[in-house]
């Protein structure tokens, strides 16, 4: 596990007030071996062709506990939320899983079939848990008392259009008592990852405000502590910050 010195221990180390939280959590890593893990699943590896999310960039990747993978990705969501505070996001809610997309040089059927014929570029439709909203007609809503999205409810939408797939999906395969159980760990490893990207050795660039950096602590504490166990409790705990 890549992740662990540069992420959890190093973390404990300069923050010795986490370490009754990131010791246990570094061993519930080893003791819960159940899958592939890819170590480095966020919005900017997930890349979108034909309708499809292909994952990319396995280089950490190893056979481990999933939870760390929900962990990682909720930290996205977390810090974008923390991060933007009142400010509108720079690029829409549609876009917000990867802003820098744009149309390959070449056709999207050659990239995997050399010799295929090409065919003209269509724009990809959204999936539907994350297509934006329709919008109002303009003669419904007075342009004053149009509603403006915050910020946070958009991000924090995304991961619960996220986690909610998941656990469509994985629900049923491990059932409901595995499931819970998953979903607590995930959560710790929320908690420690929110700590990694403000104090461990891969700090998270765009969260440079101290204060910003303190709110991702004390919501890290106070997962860790209370400790919550399910993404509905820690947006709930966002919600009112």
Same mark, same amino acid.
């Given at each position: 596990?890549?992740?662990?010195?540069?992420?959890?221990?190093?973390?404990?180390?300069? +923050?010795?007030?986490?370490?009754?939280?990131?010791?246990?959590?570094?061993?519930?890593?080893?003791?819960? +071996?159940?899958?592939?893990?890819?170590?480095?699943?966020? @919005?900017?590896?997930?890349?979108?062709?034909?309708? &499809?999310?292909?994952?990319?960039?396995?280089?950490?990747?190893?056979?481990?506990?999933?939870?760390?993978?929900?962990?990682?990705?909720?930290?996205?969501?977390?810090?974008?939320?923390?991060?933007?505070?009142?400010?509108?996001? &720079?690029? @829409?809610?549609?876009?917000?899983?990867?802003?820098?997309?744009?149309?390959?040089?070449?056709?999207?059927?050659?990239?995997?079939?050399?010799?295929?014929?090409?065919?003209?570029?269509?724009?990809?439709?959204? @999936?539907?848990?994350?297509? @934006?909203?329709?919008?109002?007609?303009?003669?419904?809503?007075?342009?004053?008392?149009?509603?403006?999205?915050?910020?946070?409810?958009?991000?924090?939408?995304?991961?619960?259009?996220?986690?909610?797939?998941?656990?469509?999906?994985?629900?049923?395969?491990?059932?409901?008592?595995?499931?819970?159980?998953?979903?607590? +760990?995930?959560?710790?490893?929320?908690?420690?990852?929110?700590?990694?990207?403000?104090?461990?050795?891969?700090?998270?660039?765009?969260?440079?405000?101290? +204060?910003?950096?303190?709110?991702?602590?004390?919501?890290?504490?106070?997962?860790?502590?209370?400790?919550?166990?399910?993404?509905?409790?820690?947006?709930?705990?966002?919600?009112?910050?």
């Amino acid at each position: 596990q890549l992740r662990v010195d540069p992420y959890y221990r190093f973390a404990a180390e300069q +923050r010795p007030e986490f370490r009754e939280y990131l010791e246990p959590l570094i061993a519930s890593l080893d003791e819960n +071996r159940h899958s592939l893990v890819h170590g480095d699943f966020s @919005p900017k590896n997930l890349l979108l062709f034909q309708h &499809e999310v292909m994952l990319v960039d396995f280089e950490v990747g190893h056979f481990g506990d999933p939870a760390f993978d929900l962990g990682f990705f909720l930290t996205h969501i977390v810090l974008k939320t923390i991060h933007l505070g009142n400010r509108e996001p &720079e690029a @829409p809610a549609e876009s917000l899983w990867e802003p820098n997309l744009r149309e390959p040089e070449a056709p999207a059927e050659s990239l995997w079939e050399p010799n295929a014929p090409a065919e003209p570029l269509r724009e990809p439709e959204a @999936p539907a848990e994350f297509a @934006p909203a329709p919008e109002a007609p303009a003669e419904s809503t007075p342009a004053s008392n149009a509603p403006t999205k915050h910020p946070t409810s958009t991000y924090l939408q995304l991961g619960d259009a996220f986690w909610n797939h998941y656990a469509q999906t994985m629900r049923p395969v491990i059932g409901d008592s595995a499931f819970t159980e998953l979903e607590r +760990r995930a959560m710790l490893n929320l908690a420690g990852c929110l700590i990694a990207r403000v104090d461990g050795k891969s700090k998270a660039e765009y969260l440079t405000d101290e +204060r910003q950096q303190e709110l991702v602590r004390q919501t890290a504490r106070m997962i860790f502590a209370a400790p919550l166990s399910s993404w509905s409790e820690a947006t709930a705990s966002l919600h009112s910050r």
